[in-house]
């Protein structure tokens, strides 16, 4: 089947030996039992999975030694390990190939794919199981609503609409999302009525947060050369107190048997904080709404853990604000440089450095190690990136679109009715003709062709509506 994989072990030897495994994915995780295989020619058969690397080890506890270990296995593929004597001393492992595998990533490099609509099956499109996958890489757009909403306040604004109506705008806009994640992104037709967890705070109305910050400070007085800083010091001195109790919560809340902590629990982290899952954001969440929580997240699978944890809870709500501030930050340099092009570029590529260096000194240019691991569900680090990645990409674009017009924006410029085919997608992509059961399940070009197709529907109802200049907003 997809992402597993047929491992036969062969025991020629005298003694019982035992296999287990870990995921190189899984940080500090401790061996897992696999198999038990007896002696004297014996063995014995294991499905593994073949989303991540894994490194198999085969160990006597006769002899408490272990005498062979592998890493690499491929979807569809059978493997033996054959374990013999080459002395009386010394025992050893020989690895075969018995059926190749498939070529699993034929198409894995179509990054047009939804990872909502489940990437192809491939594991990188899908969200990571505690830290950083190419699936979380699409937080930019909490980035680049922070820059909309700069860009379009200040035309409005330029247009007489006071404060007071953008205010009331921004509320509404947040009710109405809320309602719509009670009532439709909190059902799935594949799964059924999931519980109300806090997961209904969707990013948009955590932008709308950014966004009232921006409205309450903002101001347009004249030019000079930081005044996209120093105009807007009450949101940056907001910002930094949110950060500072982000950090404080983190790091310094007494959590049971837990301090400090930013893993996944389980059997990560050698198994040391098995109940610690999230650390103090877990905890909060807990605390808050008890069991009425998101019982199934990413890092279930992976690390073995038991507490419930909901990767959009109520402390990542402080660093989703961050990200889009970083946004609005954007937009007052283009409106603030307006025709400065090199000013503009100059400011982007200042703003990619510090934030990249900050985020390479959190995490020490590790994924799982230094002093904040890049993890989207917690961390500072992991905004920090995606800071930088943003303002880089939105200066590639600006060059691209706005200096040298080599592009338009073609076909991005299309599905302009975001919330409905979002919306439309959670309700109907389950069904046909967005998608049908799938019968070949031996590899993921089924899913993938389901992934690819379904997205290529949306996007021509989105362009079909475009044409029609029918919008909807809220």
Not at 67 to 84: N, V
Not at 260 to 277: E, H, Q, R, S, V
Request: with cysteine; charged share 15%.
């Amino acid at each position: 089947k997809m992402d597993q994989a047929l491992l036969i072990f062969h025991n020629q030897l005298t003694e019982e030996v035992h296999a287990s495994y870990t995921s190189d994915y899984c940080y500090k995780c401790l061996y897992q039992h696999l198999v038990t295989v007896k002696p004297n020619n014996n063995n014995a058969s294991a499905i593994i999975s073949t989303k991540f690397t894994l490194t198999v080890q085969v160990e006597s506890q006769t002899r408490n030694a272990t005498f062979c270990w592998s890493q690499t296995y491929e979807e569809g593929g059978h493997y033996s390990i054959w374990i013999y004597t080459l002395d009386a001393n010394n025992r050893s492992c020989t690895h075969i190939v018995d059926r190749r595998p498939n070529n699993a990533y034929l198409f894995s490099l179509t990054v047009m794919v939804f990872v909502n609509y489940g990437g192809g099956g491939y594991w990188f499109f899908q969200h990571a199981p505690w830290n950083l996958t190419v699936a979380d890489l699409v937080m930019p757009f909490v980035f680049v609503i922070g820059t909309s909403v700069v860009l379009a306040f200040s035309s409005m604004q330029r247009r007489g609409v006071s404060r007071l109506q953008l205010l009331r705008k921004i509320t509404w806009r947040t009710v109405v999302l809320l309602l719509l994640g009670f009532c439709f992104l909190n059902y799935s037709p594949k799964d059924g009525p999931r519980r109300c967890t806090v997961l209904v705070l969707a990013e948009d109305p955590r932008s709308a947060a950014a966004s009232g910050l921006h409205l309450l400070c903002s101001q347009y007085n004249g030019w000079n050369p930081v005044q996209d800083i120093l105009l807007y010091w009450p949101q940056w001195l907001i910002i930094i107190l949110l950060e500072t109790l982000w950090l404080c919560l983190t790091f310094l809340m007494p959590v049971p048997n837990c301090p400090g902590y930013l893993g996944a629990g389980g059997i990560g982290d050698n198994g040391l904080y098995p109940n610690c899952t999230g650390g103090a954001a877990g905890y909060i969440d807990r605390w808050m709404f008890g069991d009425n929580m998101y019982r199934y997240p990413t890092c279930k699978e992976m690390y073995r853990t038991t507490q419930p944890f909901d990767p959009e809870g109520v402390l990542s709500t402080i660093n989703s604000i961050v990200i889009g501030f970083l946004g609005m930050q954007a937009g007052k340099i283009i409106i603030f440089y307006k025709k400065m092009n090199i000013h503009i570029l100059c400011r982007f590529l200042v703003w990619t450095l510090i934030l990249g260096i900050s985020a390479a000194i959190l995490s020490k240019c590790t994924r799982d190690g230094g002093f904040i691991p890049v993890n989207k569900n917690l961390s500072l680090s992991y905004i920090m990136c995606m800071g930088c990645l943003s303002f880089l990409l939105l200066g590639g674009m600006f060059f691209v679109v706005d200096i040298k017009g080599w592009w338009g924006g073609q076909p991005f410029i299309y599905p302009m009715n975001s919330i409905f085919v979002y919306v439309g997608h959670s309700l109907l992509g389950f069904y046909f003709p967005f998608s049908w059961e799938m019968r070949f399940q031996q590899s993921h070009w089924e899913w993938l062709f389901q992934s690819l197709w379904g997205t290529a529907l949306w996007l021509l109802i989105a362009y079909l509506l475009y044409r029609k200049k029918f919008f909807l907003k809220i």
